[in-house]
């Protein structure tokens, strides 16, 4: 990362456009971890890596009790706006600022590779899980299981590190996943996999959503916003529709154990 800019600052550069076009992608993923927590009403839920809140909402819409937390302060703002009534907060996973044994559900989602100390940012996750609760964590698929992959590789070309992959992959390998949450104490952990497919009406529009990640933020930082919107459109072409929309299917994997 940057000297001039912290893992919020990436994140949280563009958080309506993260709000508005890249997080309704994940729809079908918060779906399915929610049911993986049996989250519904009255369950005392953390969102741990809530960016504009979308988890959150629907999260709300079953009438749990939302805690969110975020490192984007411009993330959580927004998420502020989303989620009335829940406590919304700049926290990062390894350093949460709430009591042992306070949730009945915990999500993470996508956000477990970013953190530096993977096993003090699982062991913190778990710390705030009630004993009997889930927590439940997702994290990109294998590299051929994601369309997505084509604009990472892109970017790597683009900036000459064609070997390197992106943190997305950080664990994106069979066993890993679990392996992980069960070293971290949970039992029962059980892996599942659903596709989250990324549709935009235009690249234009698929382009304002995935700037809207951190990583490609870095990417803009280090060889500047019009190659890198040059390398994502470029590989967008193959998934391009005769109406020019952008369809890109991305099997996301998550993995929930109970404490």
Not at 47 to 57: F, K, L
Not at 75 to 80: D, H, L, M
Not at 120 to 128: F, M, S, T
Not at 186 to 202: G, H, I, K, Q, S
Request: hydrophobic residues 45%; proline residues 5%; glycine residues 10%.
């Amino acid at each position: 990362m940057p000297d001039t800019k912290s893992t919020g600052d990436l994140w949280g550069a563009e958080a309506k456009d993260w709000a508005e076009i890249q997080e309704p992608t994940s729809i079908p993923l918060w779906d399915a971890m929610l049911d993986a927590t049996g989250t519904g009403a009255g369950t005392a839920l953390l969102d741990a890596g809530c960016a504009a809140g979308g988890a959150s909402v629907l999260a709300q819409k079953r009438g749990a009790q939302v805690t969110a937390v975020d490192v984007a302060a411009n993330s959580v703002a927004v998420a502020e706006t989303r989620l009335p009534g829940a406590d919304v907060q700049v926290a990062s996973v390894g350093d949460l600022p709430f009591d042992a044994d306070n949730f009945d559900a915990v999500l993470c989602v996508n956000v477990i590779q970013f953190v530096p100390d993977t096993a003090k940012g699982l062991a913190d996750l778990v710390r705030v899980t009630k004993p009997g609760g889930k927590l439940s964590v997702a994290i990109f698929g294998a590299p051929d299981q994601v369309d997505e992959n084509a604009v990472f590789t892109a970017i790597t070309d683009l900036l000459g590190t064609p070997d390197a992959q992106f943190p997305e992959y950080r664990f994106s390998k069979p066993g890993m996943l679990t392996s992980l949450l069960s070293d971290a104490g949970l039992r029962d952990v059980a892996m599942a996999e659903v596709n989250t497919p990324f549709v935009y009406a235009d690249a234009d529009i698929g382009w304002r959503g995935q700037r809207s990640a951190g990583s490609i933020q870095e990417a803009m930082d280090k060889v500047g916003a019009d190659k890198v919107e040059a390398a994502v459109k470029g590989a967008f072409a193959r998934f391009a529709r005769p109406d020019g929309s952008i369809h890109m299917n991305n099997i996301m994997w998550y993995a929930t154990g109970t404490k």
